[in-house]
């Protein structure tokens, strides 16, 4: 059964810091693995996709890497902002699955 | 596309009484999803359809929890008799599906309903 991990649960950091947010899956036969933002009281918003056979994706200021093997997946977020507060969220897909199995998130605090 | 709706975004109720969420997915997507979302156990999927049709509904807790997707733009989601901890938030989801491409990968949320039963 996979397991989704994401720590640290929490994280604050002063605006303008470049940071790493963690995710780690039991089972590498994964097909792609997403990561998701959500903030308090709303939907969530998917901010980056990795298929199995990719290494990173980027989109402005984010950049998320897989490493199967190891079965790690990191999200990179560079010159940090309050806007950028929000918990964040990795989720796997398995080969063969159709559904995502969600971690519990990491909430971000990124202070003025 | 104005993106996954749901209705109605809060709910409130009391114990014993039938609770209907409604979801309708982006246009052209294939595959439907309902989440629930706890602070104790986080996402969970409770079933998906694929063309309307339930693919897995091993994650629908009870009997009292029903879902349907009569056509390719509306599924429901029916809890009864509501109990006070199904009080949570329900997401809907959708995905196109088609095609090896990230973006027909990529699972689409709804804004949730915030279900509350007393």
């Known amino acids: 059964k996979q397991e989704v991990t994401q720590i640290p649960a929490a994280l604050s950091v002063p605006e303008g810091e470049n940071l790493v947010l963690n995710c780690s899956f039991t089972?590498?036969?994964?097909?792609?693995l997403q990561w998701f933002r959500q903030d308090p009281g709303k939907g969530l918003t998917s901010l980056l996709l990795?298929?199995?056979?990719?290494r990173e994706q980027t989109s402005g200021r984010l950049n998320a890497s897989l490493d199967k093997s190891s079965g790690r997946s990191t999200l990179y977020i560079a010159a940090s902002q309050p806007g950028d507060s929000a918990t964040y969220l990795c989720a796997v897909r398995g080969q063969g699955a159709q559904k995502l199995v969600f971690g519990q998130g990491t909430r971000l605090t990124i202070n003025p | 596309d104005a993106g996954v709706i749901q209705s109605p975004r809060h709910e409130v109720t009391e114990m014993g009484q039938e609770v209907t969420l409604r979801c309708k997915p982006i246009?052209?997507?294939?595959?439907l999803f309902w989440y629930r979302q706890t602070m104790m156990r986080g996402l969970e999927l409770l079933i998906y359809?694929?063309?309307?049709?339930?693919?897995?509904d091993s994650g629908m807790p009870e009997d009292r929890f029903s879902a349907k997707m009569p056509n390719a733009s509306f599924s429901t989601l029916k809890i009864q008799p509501s109990e006070p901890r199904d009080s949570a938030v329900y997401f809907c989801?959708?995905?196109?599906?088609?095609?090896?491409?990230?973006?027909?990968?990529?699972?689409?949320f709804g804004p949730g309903t915030r279900l509350t039963v007393l």
């Open positions: 359809f694929n063309n309307n049709v339930p693919i897995d």
């Open positions: 089972d590498s036969a994964i097909y792609n």
């Open positions: 246009s052209g997507h294939d595959y």
């Open positions: 990795i298929q199995s056979s990719q």
């Open positions: 989801a959708s995905r196109e599906g088609r095609g090896t491409s990230g973006r027909a990968n990529e699972q689409f």
